[in-house]
């Protein structure tokens, strides 16, 4: 059989059918064929393979062949017998045998196996070579192996063949859909070096990955020099780089690029027009839309509801009603029946002029039946505070069968939202008698309403009966409805309901999950408040200084020191750690958990992260440091920290130099001591008595300074200094 080239998808009655799904195996050793052996997997079984010989008994043509090995389902078994029908005399492997069998080790991912026939296909110089490499390539893209078909390609390279510019244009659009960016500029090198002249579809291929990989110079580029390489850019390289352009808010550039286009008078396609007017509407420009849509018209070509659609939306949000009235006009001239989305956009337009008029009129004469259209309206009606005209079209939707529970969920949402609660309440028993369940949004409205007049027990009441029904409220009546309860010092309930919004995955703003922890710390409840904590963190609420500052605190209170330093590498997770509030709360901690060491600690990396503490807290730090005799511990920081315009009283240097003193070390007293005249003032008599040595009887008791730094660091504290580093 003589091979033939084939199209996109071939033929059925080219090539018999191939068995797609055999199992993935290799071969062993032939007479022809040098298989390495680690691809000389085990014999398939004899008994089989005598059976598939003995049905080639008589003379051996290509035809039995290619039968047999698309009938074998073993990619094994296939190629043992591919090998043995090569061994028989006066028999030759044709372009078509080596098809079948190659297309069969490919698809089951024996590249190794593959490549051995390819070479002796080449070897062979098999008759119709070139366009079995073609009907290769496109099958093996129809079956998306693309890496088989880039071997294949290798090989087509290295034969003798002048292989056209199409194989290389079906595996650039099969590598493009897949983004792979490093293998379609393989296969433009190797159309380089092979001297093929890329056509306009290449180019277009070539500017598609680029544009897909974020190589929008590179494209464009490409895209002013396709002339220069033989090619006129057509209406397909115009809505490539003009989409890509247009992604990256590049919009300018990108209509610059369609007028142009516009203006040299090409004749674009209907793919075009339908692919790039929807573009000109999402970037909004719909003024060039309507360049296109009239051009699109004089080309000859029909333009369907959906694109009438998207240009009467845009015109809609653009506030040109007129306009889009007149397309409307248009689309019923042409007999076009016009979908839900152009009627809903319209109702839009008219209700935010607002013409609500219009609105019915157009929904009327149209006779639309359609809900969708009405509910906008209704909901025009209810933003406009113009509850009788939104009850007398309710009622006519009702009597109309045009009625969901949406309909209903809208009228009362509106009436909640102005604090209308008897009436919404009169609303709801209506929705049920028409047998609509309230749900979600039935009992947010209810829950926001009671809200909106202070009333949160009722609320309260309708979030319970929510949750009886497995009705989640939305985020908003949730929180207004957990922050009501916490200004009633009602902090049970509002854990109760944070606690439904957590298992809903519905978030509550940072504010008021900080507002919450703070009252339930002040409660005494910080366990409560901690695992509130770590489940809204599991579920995505992400905590701030605040949040931590208040559990600090609380924990503090309880002097739960083990509870603080677990916090604490949760905060240096977060990245909280060096927060100006939090390293304040946290030092004040320590001081009044007597966590000496761990204030040390906190300290010293304040300083270094440019981070110094308030007044106050220095204040606490240093009476706590020196009542444990660590204050020299932190010499080497506040030399740093005096040296940036801190300590700014006299009392604050002489408490330092007295305590450095006092703890023996006297040669960093005197470093203070020095900066603190340079500020203009001298030591009081305590520090002075230290600094002269005659400070015996205040030293009475106290043990001088020679404590050993490496005792102090206890296991805690270790914790604290690990997760620092």
Same mark, same amino acid.
């Given at each position: 059989?003589?091979?033939?080239?084939?199209?996109?998808?071939?033929?059925?009655?080219?090539?018999?059918?191939?068995?797609?799904?055999?199992?993935?195996?290799?071969?062993?050793?032939?007479?022809?064929?040098?298989?390495?052996?680690?691809?000389?997997?085990?014999?398939?079984?004899?008994?089989?393979?005598?059976?598939?010989?003995?049905?080639?008994?008589?003379?051996?043509?290509?035809?039995? $062949?290619?039968?047999?090995?698309?009938?074998?389902?073993?990619?094994?078994?296939?190629?043992?017998?591919?090998?043995?029908?090569?061994?028989?005399?006066?028999?030759?492997?044709?372009?078509?045998?080596?098809?079948?069998?190659?297309?069969?080790?490919?698809?089951?991912?024996?590249?190794?196996?593959?490549?051995?026939?390819?070479?002796?296909?080449?070897?062979?110089?098999?008759?119709?070579?070139?366009?079995?490499?073609?009907?290769?390539?496109? %099958?093996?893209?129809?079956?998306?192996?693309?890496?088989?078909?880039?071997?294949?390609?290798?090989?087509?390279?290295?034969?003798? %063949?002048?292989?056209?510019?199409?194989?290389?244009?079906?595996?650039?659009?099969?590598?493009?859909?897949?983004?792979?960016?490093?293998?379609?500029?393989?296969?433009?090198?190797?159309?380089?070096?092979?001297?093929?002249?890329?056509?306009?579809?290449?180019?277009?291929?070539?500017?598609?990955?680029?544009?897909? =990989?974020?190589?929008?110079?590179?494209?464009?580029?490409?895209?002013?020099?396709?002339?220069?390489?033989?090619?006129?850019?057509?209406?397909?390289?115009?809505?490539? $780089?003009?989409?890509?352009?247009?992604?990256?808010?590049?919009?300018?550039?990108?209509?610059?690029?369609?007028?142009?286009?516009?203006?040299?008078?090409?004749?674009?396609?209907?793919?075009?027009?339908?692919?790039?007017?929807?573009?000109?509407?999402?970037?909004?420009?719909?003024?060039?839309?309507?360049?296109?849509?009239?051009?699109?018209?004089?080309?000859?070509?029909?333009?369907?509801?959906?694109?009438?659609?998207?240009?009467?939306?845009?015109?809609?949000?653009?506030?040109?009603?007129?306009?889009?009235?007149?397309?409307?006009?248009?689309?019923?001239?042409?007999?076009?029946?016009?979908?839900?989305?152009?009627?809903?956009?319209?109702? =839009?337009?008219?209700?935010?002029?607002?013409?609500?008029?219009?609105?019915?009129?157009?929904?009327?004469?149209?006779?639309?039946?359609? =809900?969708?259209?009405?509910?906008?309206?209704?909901?025009?009606?209810?933003?406009?505070?113009?509850?009788?005209?939104?009850?007398?079209?309710?009622?006519?939707?009702?009597?109309?069968?045009?009625?969901?529970?949406?309909?209903?969920?809208?009228?009362?949402?509106?009436?909640?939202?102005?604090?209308?609660?008897?009436?919404?309440?009169?609303?709801?028993?209506?929705?049920?008698?028409?047998?609509?369940?309230?749900?979600?949004?039935?009992?947010?409205?209810?829950?926001?309403?009671?809200?909106?007049?202070?009333?949160?027990?009722?609320?309260?009441?309708?979030?319970?009966?929510?949750?009886?029904?497995?009705?989640?409220?939305?985020?908003?009546?949730?929180?207004?409805?957990?922050?009501?309860?916490?200004?009633?010092?009602?902090?049970?309930?509002?854990?109760?309901?944070?606690?439904?919004?957590?298992?809903?995955?519905?978030?509550?703003?940072?504010?008021?999950?900080?507002?919450?922890?703070?009252?339930?710390?002040?409660?005494?409840?910080?366990?409560?408040?901690?695992?509130?904590?770590?489940?809204?963190? %599991?579920?995505?609420?992400?905590?701030?200084?605040?949040?931590?500052?208040?559990?600090?605190?609380?924990?503090?209170?309880?002097?739960?020191?083990?509870?603080?330093?677990?916090?604490?590498?949760?905060?240096?997770?977060?990245?909280?750690?060096?927060?100006?509030?939090?390293?304040?709360?946290?030092?004040?901690?320590? %001081?009044?958990?007597?966590?000496?060491?761990?204030?040390?600690?906190?300290?010293?990396?304040?300083?270094?992260?440019?981070?110094?503490?308030?007044?106050?807290?220095?204040?606490?730090?240093?009476?706590?440091?020196?009542?444990?005799?660590?204050?020299?511990?932190?010499?080497?920081?506040?030399?740093?920290?005096?040296?940036?315009?801190?300590?700014?009283?006299?009392?604050?240097?002489?408490?330092?130099?007295?305590?450095?003193?006092?703890?023996?070390?006297?040669?960093?007293?005197?470093?203070?001591?020095?900066?603190?005249?340079?500020?203009?003032?001298?030591?009081?008599?305590?520090?002075?008595?230290?600094?002269?040595?005659?400070?015996?009887?205040?030293?009475?008791?106290?043990?001088?300074?020679?404590?050993?730094?490496?005792?102090?660091?206890?296991?805690?504290?270790?914790?604290?200094?690990?997760?620092?580093?």
């Amino acid at each position: 059989m003589k091979v033939r080239l084939l199209p996109l998808i071939p033929k059925k009655s080219f090539f018999p059918a191939l068995n797609l799904n055999s199992s993935l195996s290799s071969v062993s050793r032939g007479t022809h064929f040098d298989f390495s052996p680690r691809e000389a997997p085990k014999e398939p079984n004899s008994l089989e393979f005598d059976s598939v010989v003995r049905s080639l008994e008589g003379k051996i043509v290509p035809t039995k $062949i290619i039968g047999v090995l698309n009938s074998v389902s073993d990619p094994i078994l296939a190629l043992r017998v591919f090998r043995w029908a090569s061994s028989q005399r006066n028999y030759r492997h044709s372009t078509d045998t080596y098809f079948s069998m190659i297309m069969k080790l490919g698809v089951n991912g024996k590249i190794g196996d593959m490549e051995v026939l390819l070479k002796h296909m080449v070897k062979e110089a098999c008759p119709s070579c070139e366009d079995g490499f073609v009907s290769l390539i496109e %099958c093996f893209c129809i079956n998306r192996r693309l890496k088989e078909a880039l071997v294949v390609l290798e090989w087509m390279h290295s034969s003798n %063949c002048k292989p056209s510019v199409l194989p290389h244009n079906i595996l650039l659009s099969a590598l493009v859909d897949e983004g792979d960016f490093r293998s379609v500029l393989f296969v433009y090198k190797e159309m380089v070096k092979a001297g093929i002249a890329p056509t306009v579809d290449t180019l277009n291929l070539i500017i598609d990955i680029l544009c897909r =990989t974020d190589r929008i110079e590179s494209a464009l580029n490409q895209f002013r020099r396709m002339k220069r390489k033989g090619c006129n850019p057509n209406c397909r390289s115009v809505e490539i $780089i003009v989409h890509a352009l247009c992604e990256k808010d590049r919009i300018y550039e990108g209509m610059t690029i369609l007028d142009d286009m516009i203006a040299t008078g090409h004749r674009p396609d209907f793919i075009f027009f339908e692919n790039i007017i929807p573009l000109t509407c999402r970037v909004n420009r719909v003024d060039e839309g309507l360049v296109l849509l009239n051009m699109m018209i004089g080309n000859g070509f029909s333009p369907n509801a959906s694109i009438y659609s998207v240009l009467i939306s845009c015109l809609c949000e653009n506030g040109r009603i007129r306009d889009a009235i007149k397309l409307f006009e248009d689309i019923m001239a042409l007999g076009i029946k016009p979908d839900v989305t152009i009627y809903v956009s319209l109702v =839009t337009g008219y209700c935010r002029l607002p013409n609500f008029s219009d609105a019915l009129r157009l929904l009327s004469e149209n006779k639309v039946s359609d =809900t969708d259209p009405y509910n906008v309206l209704l909901e025009g009606f209810c933003r406009a505070s113009r509850f009788h005209e939104a009850c007398c079209l309710l009622d006519k939707m009702v009597k109309s069968g045009l009625s969901d529970k949406f309909s209903w969920n809208i009228f009362l949402r509106a009436l909640c939202a102005k604090g209308r609660i008897r009436h919404a309440l009169e609303v709801l028993d209506r929705m049920i008698i028409f047998s609509y369940e309230p749900d979600g949004i039935t009992f947010s409205s209810l829950v926001n309403g009671y809200c909106t007049v202070g009333r949160y027990w009722d609320a309260f009441s309708f979030f319970r009966q929510s949750s009886g029904r497995n009705c989640s409220l939305d985020s908003t009546s949730s929180t207004r409805l957990v922050d009501g309860l916490r200004e009633m010092d009602c902090i049970k309930e509002a854990v109760e309901v944070f606690w439904c919004m957590l298992e809903n995955e519905c978030p509550l703003n940072i504010s008021s999950f900080n507002l919450l922890i703070d009252a339930v710390c002040s409660m005494g409840d910080v366990h409560v408040a901690v695992k509130l904590w770590s489940f809204a963190s %599991c579920r995505g609420t992400v905590s701030d200084a605040d949040t931590f500052a208040a559990i600090l605190l609380a924990l503090c209170k309880l002097n739960k020191r083990r509870e603080t330093l677990t916090l604490v590498s949760q905060m240096i997770e977060a990245g909280l750690f060096f927060e100006q509030k939090i390293c304040n709360v946290l030092l004040r901690c320590f %001081c009044e958990m007597d966590m000496g060491l761990n204030a040390v600690i906190v300290f010293n990396q304040m300083v270094s992260h440019g981070s110094p503490p308030a007044i106050g807290t220095l204040n606490m730090l240093l009476s706590c440091l020196i009542s444990h005799c660590l204050l020299h511990m932190i010499s080497d920081s506040l030399v740093k920290f005096i040296a940036e315009g801190g300590l700014p009283n006299s009392k604050l240097y002489n408490m330092v130099i007295a305590g450095l003193c006092k703890e023996g070390h006297k040669e960093k007293a005197f470093k203070i001591l020095d900066k603190m005249l340079e500020r203009g003032w001298v030591p009081d008599a305590t520090a002075h008595a230290y600094m002269v040595g005659n400070a015996s009887t205040i030293e009475t008791g106290v043990t001088r300074g020679l404590i050993d730094d490496s005792c102090i660091y206890d296991e805690v504290s270790n914790i604290l200094v690990e997760g620092l580093e």
